[in-house]
């Protein structure tokens, strides 16, 4: 019965590829009907033997023509709808380069997607190279304005946070930037000292902090462009890094270094490598002590971290007024008493 099943299958499938071969596409060219046809020509005939088919074609069919033959409404709009389909057929087949796509399109209608770009750069008269190139521009100017605008909302939020004002103001102190505001309070207004301040504390702020993650400052690099442009060089090291892990510890069996151990860690883990400065020195040791870039060390790690969650979950008293709450009928509930 499978089998039976599996050729029918493969049965409609084949029906299905051998109806689409051949068929014209109905938004290139002269849609589904074939402009040779429609102007009552053949590929072998010359183009000023088109030209004359059209012309003939054209005087019958023009709406002015059927009017003065005393057609009905409909069989004008019908003749006009004729006209313009001839004079479409004509536009593609009048022009040498033109009919030569159409004639290669009619060869091969299967090559959709190449039909598609040599019909449609002519039509619009736009290189699609370009609008490649301006789409991947657009892309790389969004990005890098994006990552800039969320770097800013970090440094930001670190200039208006008292703790890293405080340890910036200390910085400028101890570089001897930090100016009394009262010796210059005669020769500058309050304004200016308190733009100067944010300045001087932003500008400390950005050159200490190191900023991981979605907020770090963007790199020209990380770009679309960039990226595209170094496409071959990361490739290179993607395969130089695997041949070099290979031949090392599989081959030669040498130890882990300190950087291949971090990197083993984090993928154990399931983090990028870039997390690692976020964690603490303790945090960092304990990791190295109990080696977990071995596995089946980063699973019993992950397990007991996990089952040190739920327990510190439970014991929470947020968390257990959310759960009396939630037994009590939740957003569903309506009373005035307290919890």
């Not at 969004?142 to 008292?162: D, R």
């Not at 200490?208 to 462009?225: A, H, S």
């Amino acid at each position: 019965m499978k089998k039976k099943m599996k050729l029918y299958h493969l049965m409609f499938y084949a029906q299905i590829l051998s109806s689409c071969h051949g068929q014209l596409t109905a938004n290139l060219y002269c849609g589904e009907k074939n402009c040779y046809d429609l102007l009552e020509a053949s590929s072998d005939d010359s183009k000023s033997s088109i030209a004359k088919k059209y012309r003939k074609l054209a005087r019958h069919l023009h709406p002015d023509n059927l009017a003065r033959l005393g057609k009905s409404p409909d069989e004008i709009e019908e003749g006009t709808a004729k006209f313009m389909e001839i004079a479409n057929a004509y536009e593609i087949l009048k022009d040498e380069q033109s009919r030569e796509e159409y004639d290669y399109y009619l060869a091969h209608p299967e090559e959709y997607y190449y039909n598609y770009y040599r019909y449609y750069r002519r039509k619009v008269h736009v290189d699609v190279r370009y609008v490649i190139f301006g789409t991947i521009s657009v892309i790389s100017v969004f990005q890098y304005l994006s990552w800039m605008t969320s770097y800013n909302t970090a440094i930001n939020y670190m200039v208006h946070n008292s703790k890293y004002r405080l340890a910036a103001k200390e910085e400028a102190k101890s570089r001897g930037l930090w100016v009394d505001k009262k010796k210059q309070k005669r020769l500058k207004t309050k304004e200016e000292l308190k733009q100067e301040e944010e300045d001087l504390l932003r500008s400390i702020i950005e050159e200490k902090m190191d900023i991981r993650g979605g907020y770090q400052k963007p790199e020209i690099y990380d770009v679309l462009w960039m990226q595209l442009i170094l496409l071959p060089y990361s490739i290179y090291k993607y395969i130089h890094f695997y041949v070099r892990w290979y031949i090392v510890y599989n081959i030669k069996k040498q130890e882990y270094t300190d950087d291949d151990k971090i990197y083993l860690i984090c993928k154990n883990l399931g983090k990028k490598i870039i997390t690692w400065d976020l964690h603490d020195d303790k945090t960092k040791l304990e990791m190295f002590r109990r080696e977990i870039w071995i596995k089946e060390n980063a699973k019993e790690y992950i397990d007991e971290k996990t089952e040190e969650a739920k327990i510190k979950m439970a014991e929470d008293p947020k968390m257990k007024r959310y759960r009396r709450w939630m037994n009590k009928g939740g957003p569903g509930r309506i009373t005035f008493e307290d919890d």
